[in-house]
């Protein structure tokens, strides 16, 4: 999922979550996501998992595409 610093920031407490409720956010295109950070302007640099957890790839991504 993909959410706004800004949104998670500012966002009000809510005492009975669900999918309508809470702060905005996307599903991204990239499978397995095991941590994600800002690598620069452009890009953020992604591990992912394989679903078997055994294989880790470590790759930028441009923040355009996710």
């Given at each position: 999922?993909?959410i706004?610093?800004?949104?998670?920031?500012?966002?009000?407490?809510?005492?009975?979550?669900?999918?309508?409720?809470?702060?905005?956010?996307?599903?991204?295109?990239?499978?397995?996501?095991?941590?994600?950070?800002?690598?620069?302007?452009?890009?953020?640099l992604?591990m992912?998992?394989?679903?078997?957890?055994?294989?880790?790839?470590?790759?930028?991504?441009?923040?355009?595409?996710?």
């Amino acid at each position: 999922m993909k959410i706004s610093g800004k949104d998670l920031f500012n966002a009000k407490a809510i005492k009975s979550p669900s999918r309508d409720r809470g702060v905005k956010r996307e599903s991204v295109k990239i499978g397995g996501i095991a941590h994600l950070t800002d690598y620069n302007d452009e890009q953020v640099l992604v591990m992912t998992r394989s679903q078997d957890r055994k294989v880790f790839n470590l790759k930028t991504v441009a923040k355009k595409d996710i």
